[in-house]
């Protein structure tokens, strides 16, 4: 079975870091790629960044530029999503997830985490 666990999550002033970590195991079969994705309180699912799994490129949503880092550690098996300088508006759970293809939109990932909650308040 496959399973994604995302870890890391937790409670950090504003211009803060957090390092989210999304661990995978078993096999993810025709995975692609693999995003990050966030859902604030009242609020629809938005992707906040990706790497493609042949090539490496990476996306990120405008918000994030220059302030996340997405990265991979093949060894490890683990994808991850360092956060710096944190701001109130990027309150809220982020899942990773793994899919068929290369995008930004929720809806086209098969395989997702259980979601680890980033909290950033003074």
């Known amino acids: 079975q496959v399973q994604l666990v995302e870890s890391g999550g937790g409670l950090v002033q504003p211009g803060g870091s957090l390092r989210l970590s999304c661990a995978a195991s078993?096999?993810?079969?025709?995975?692609?790629?693999i995003g990050w994705f966030r859902q604030a309180a009242g609020t629809e699912r938005e992707g906040v960044s990706y790497?493609?799994?042949?090539?490496?490129?990476?996306w990120y949503e405008d918000s994030v530029k220059g302030r996340f880092t997405i990265s991979r550690d093949n060894a490890k098996n683990t994808i991850y999503l360092e956060m710096n300088d944190l701001q109130p508006g990027d309150t809220a759970v982020y899942y990773c997830?793994?899919?068929?293809?290369?995008?930004?939109?929720?809806?086209?990932?098969?395989?997702w985490g259980q979601g680890t909650q980033v909290t950033v308040s003074s």
């Open positions: 997830a793994a899919g068929p293809v290369v995008t930004s939109i929720p809806r086209f990932y098969a395989y």
């Open positions: 790497i493609s799994l042949s090539d490496g490129h990476t």
């Open positions: 078993g096999f993810i079969r025709g995975a692609i790629a």
